[in-house]
C-alpha cells in the first residue's frame, strides 16, 4: 500500500523499499496548457554545476543512465527511471520539477501527483491541486536527497519567472536557442501537451502487465516500474490522504473471514467503523432471549440448549469483528495504532522515551517508569514562559502504548534538522532529542513576548492536535492565529503582531483575534495549524 505524503514530509528510501532501481511518474494537467517536466541533478551546495545531469525533453538521460527520462505512460504525464546506486558520488539530490510551457499559471491545474513505484507496486505518492498555488509558472514536486543514505522528500514549492527562474535558482543559465527548442516540442493546436500518444501505447516491461504485451523494442530489466493503467487517459487521482506520514495499513485477514468493506470515507475524515464487536456490513447480534426477525432462528437464552457457555467464541464472524482492532504489525519505533494512539517500540534505537504524565494506556514487557524533573532552574523557565512539561522517562525492552484525551497525534521524525512545538501540544520525544525555550520577540502584548519548545537532533517527536491540522508554506503573507497554531519550521522568521488597538477603535470591544504570528522564510518552511484554538 502506497504512503500518502503531505508537503514536507521525508522518509528514507530504505524504509519505502529495498529496491534502488525505482520509477517516478509525475501527473500534471490543465485545460489547454502544456507542462515541461524536468530533473534537475545537483552537487552538495545544490547547484547544478554539471549540465549534463539536467534532464528533459532535450536531454534525456545522464550520461551513465542513472536517470532516463522515459515519456508519457502508466496514465502519468511523464516518468522517469532512477537508479540510486548508479549515482555518481559527486550529485547530492535529484529535484523533480513541472514548468508551464507558454502562458498560464499553476494555479490553473487539476489534482495532480508525483510517485515511486519499485518493482511494480507503488509505494510512494504525494498529490497536489492547484489551490496550492498561486501565480507560480514552476514548481519543485519532490526531491531524492543524499543524507547519510538517500532519502525523499514532498517539496511543493514553486516560482513565479518559470523555467529561467528554477534554472537561475539552480545556478544555471538559459541558452538562447532553449525557447526554440520548446517550440519545436509544442503539440498539434487543441491537443494538450500532457495528453498520451492517440493509439494506445504497450505497457512498459518493467511494469505489471494487464496482459500479453506486444511487440516492441528493448526494454530495461523488469526489476521495477509502474502497474499499466487500462487506458492511456490521464489516471484519475484517488485525493484521500492521511494526515499522518506513517500510518501502516491494517493487517490483511485470512480469505474468507472478512465481509465487504465499506467505500472509504472523504478526504480528511476517519473512516467509519462499526460498532465494538459488530461484523461490517452485517445486523448486530442477537440479544439471546429476544425476538429475531422473521424467518431467522432465535438466540438461545443463557441455560438453554445451544452455544457452550464460558467457552470463548472464535468462528469467522467474531474474527471479522476484532479484526479492524486488532494490534497493527511491528517494524518501526513509532506506529500509530490509529489516529489517536501511538506505540513506541523502546527495544528498537535502545533510547529512552520521555512521555507526557499519564498519557500511558496499556504496555508490554519489561517497561520501567521514572519521574522526569526538569530541575530547580528548569522549573523556574517552566512556570515563567508557560512552556512547562510533566514528563516520564520510559525506559527497558516493550512496547508502550500513548494516547491522551482522544487527541490526533502525528510522529515527527527529525534527522538533525528542528521544529518548533508549544509544549502543549507534545505528547512525547526520543531522549536523545535536544529541547529548549525558544522566546518570540513581540511589542503589544504584556510581557512583549511568546515563548516555545525548540527540539533539534535526531529523533521522533509526538504532536498532539485537536483535529486534524493543516500543513501551510510559509509565503510573505502568511498569517496565524497564535492560539491555533501547533509547530513550525525552526528556520522560518516569527514575528509576533498585536490588533488590539485597530481592533478597538473600530468599534466598543473586540472580536478576540488581537495577537497574531506573521511567518518568514525561504521555500521549503511551514507551518502546523490545528482547527482548534487553545
Not at 549540465?51 to 502519468?76: C, H, I, M
Not at 445486523?283 to 452455544?307: H, N, R
Not at 512545538?421 to 503589544?444: K, M, P, T
Request: aromatic residues 8%.
Amino acid at each position: 500500500m502506497a504512503r500518502e505524503f503531505q508537503r514536507g514530509h521525508k522518509a528514507k528510501i530504505s524504509d519505502l523499499t529495498p529496491g534502488t532501481d525505482l520509477y517516478v511518474g509525475v501527473q500534471i494537467s490543465a485545460p489547454g496548457l502544456s507542462f515541461d517536466i524536468s530533473c534537475f541533478g545537483l552537487d552538495a551546495n545544490e547547484q547544478l554545476s554539471d549540465d549534463r545531469y539536467f534532464v528533459f525533453f532535450n536531454q534525456p538521460k545522464t550520461p551513465e543512465e542513472s536517470v532516463q527520462l522515459l515519456g508519457p505512460q502508466a496514465g502519468d504525464t511523464e516518468s522517469f527511471r532512477v537508479t540510486l546506486d548508479r549515482i555518481p558520488a559527486h550529485i547530492h539530490k535529484l529535484s523533480f520539477t513541472a514548468t508551464v510551457d507558454g502562458a498560464g499559471q499553476m494555479s490553473q491545474i487539476g489534482p495532480g501527483y508525483i510517485r515511486i513505484v519499485a518493482g511494480g507496486e507503488e509505494v510512494v505518492r504525494y498529490s497536489f491541486t492547484g489551490s496550492e498555488f498561486s501565480t507560480e509558472r514552476a514548481v519543485m514536486l519532490g526531491d531524492f536527497y543524499l543524507k547519510d543514505v538517500w532519502r525523499f522528500a514532498a517539496v511543493g514549492q514553486g516560482f513565479d519567472g518559470g523555467l529561467d527562474a528554477l534554472l537561475k535558482n539552480f545556478g544555471g543559465e538559459v541558452a538562447e536557442e532553449e525557447p526554440a527548442a520548446q517550440q519545436q516540442q509544442q503539440p498539434q493546436q487543441g491537443v494538450p501537451g500532457f495528453a498520451p500518444p492517440a493509439a494506445p501505447a504497450p505497457a512498459p516491461s518493467f511494469g505489471v502487465p494487464a496482459g500479453p504485451p506486444a511487440p516492441q523494442a528493448p526494454q530495461p530489466a523488469p526489476s521495477f516500474g509502474a502497474p499499466a493503467a487500462p487506458a492511456p487517459a490521464p489516471a484519475a487521482v484517488n485525493p484521500q490522504m492521511h494526515a499522518a506520514p506513517t500510518i501502516a495499513a491494517p493487517m490483511t485477514p485470512p480469505a474468507g473471514t472478512v465481509p465487504p468493506q465499506a467505500p472509504p470515507s472523504p478526504y480528511g475524515q476517519p473512516p467509519q467503523q462499526p460498532q465494538f464487536g459488530q461484523v461490517p456490513g452485517q445486523p448486530p447480534a442477537q440479544v439471546p432471549g429476544a425476538s429475531a426477525p422473521y424467518g431467522q432462528p432465535a438466540a438461545a437464552p443463557y441455560g438453554q440448549p445451544g452455544a457452550p457457555q464460558g467457552v470463548p467464541q472464535t468462528g469467522a464472524g467474531l474474527q471479522a469483528a476484532l479484526q479492524p482492532y486488532k494490534e497493527l504489525p511491528t517494524g518501526q519505533r513509532w506506529t500509530p495504532q490509529n489516529q489517536q494512539l501511538m506505540r513506541v517500540d523502546l527495544g528498537m534505537g535502545g533510547t529512552p522515551v520521555l512521555a507526557r504524565q499519564g498519557s500511558m494506556v496499556m504496555y508490554q514487557g519489561k517497561v520501567d517508569f521514572g519521574y522526569k524533573g526538569a530541575g530547580f532552574s528548569g522549573r523556574i523557565v517552566g512556570n515563567a514562559t508557560g512552556q512547562e512539561m510533566q514528563l516520564m522517562r520510559c525506559s527497558g525492552r516493550g512496547q508502550v502504548f500513548l494516547a491522551e484525551e482522544g487527541a490526533h497525534l502525528h510522529p515527527i521524525e527529525l534527522q538533525g534538522d528542528a521544529i518548533c512545538v508549544s509544549a502543549e501540544n507534545v505528547l512525547a520525544f526520543d531522549e536523545s532529542l535536544q529541547h529548549e525555550v525558544r522566546r518570540i520577540e513581540g511589542h503589544g502584548i504584556p510581557g512583549g513576548a511568546l515563548f516555545t519548545m525548540q527540539f533539534q537532533g535526531t529523533g521522533t517527536v509526538v504532536v498532539k492536535t485537536h483535529g486534524i491540522p493543516v500543513v501551510l508554506p510559509v509565503t510573505p503573507t502568511t498569517f496565524a492565529d497564535s492560539n491555533a497554531v501547533v509547530a513550525w519550521s525552526a528556520a522560518s522568521q516569527v514575528i509576533l503582531s498585536s490588533q488590539v488597538r485597530l481592533r478597538r477603535n473600530a468599534y466598543p470591544g473586540h472580536s478576540g483575534e488581537t495577537v497574531n504570528l506573521q511567518f518568514r522564510g525561504a521555500p521549503g518552511n511551514f507551518i502546523v495549524v490545528q482547527p482548534y484554538e487553545v
